[in-house]
């Protein structure tokens, strides 16, 4: 069925996601010893993701 495996992306996808932003967190906050660098680090990548959702076109229905 195509909504299971659609679902099992889904998950899939989370799991990475969570491992990559845990692993990007640490690395900034090695690299600079403070958590608010970190912080603006990810400001800045849901900034960059809010810029590209709002650049989809959607069709009206």
């Known amino acids: ?12 996808s989370q799991k990475v996601s969570i491992v990559l932003g845990m692993t990007l967190f640490a690395f900034v906050d090695q690299i600079t010893g403070s958590m608010r660098n970190s912080i603006i680090v990810f400001l800045f ?4 993701g809010a810029f590209l959702l709002k650049r989809i076109k959607i069709k009206n229905v």
């Open 45 to 48: 990548i849901f900034l960059i």
């Open 1 to 12: 069925d195509n909504t299971t495996s659609y679902f099992s992306f889904y998950d899939v």
